[in-house]
């Protein structure tokens, strides 16, 4: 099973959660603006989520690897 790899430019993000919004169960924003990804290396199956999640980041700050 191949997987993909998320990556954060944590000088970008700003916590505004889109990401989260598109995909709960790899992103959370915490109560204090900070973005946890939740699973750096989803399976390949999540694919298609974890890429609209990282397009619907208005400050580009994640990027889809693999």
């Known amino acids: 099973m191949s997987h993909v790899e998320i990556t954060v430019d944590r000088a970008k993000c700003e916590g505004l959660g ?5 995909a709960h169960e790899f ?4 109560d204090d603006g900070t ?20 397009d619907a980041c208005p400050v580009l700050a ?5």
Request: charged letters at 25%.
């Open 18 to 22: 889109m990401c989260e919004a598109m």
């Open 27 to 30: 992103f959370e924003v915490q």
């Open 35 to 54: 973005m946890v990804v939740l699973d750096e290396h989803p399976a390949d199956e999540h694919r298609q989520t974890v890429a609209a999640a990282v």
């Open 62 to 66: 994640l990027t889809l690897k693999g």
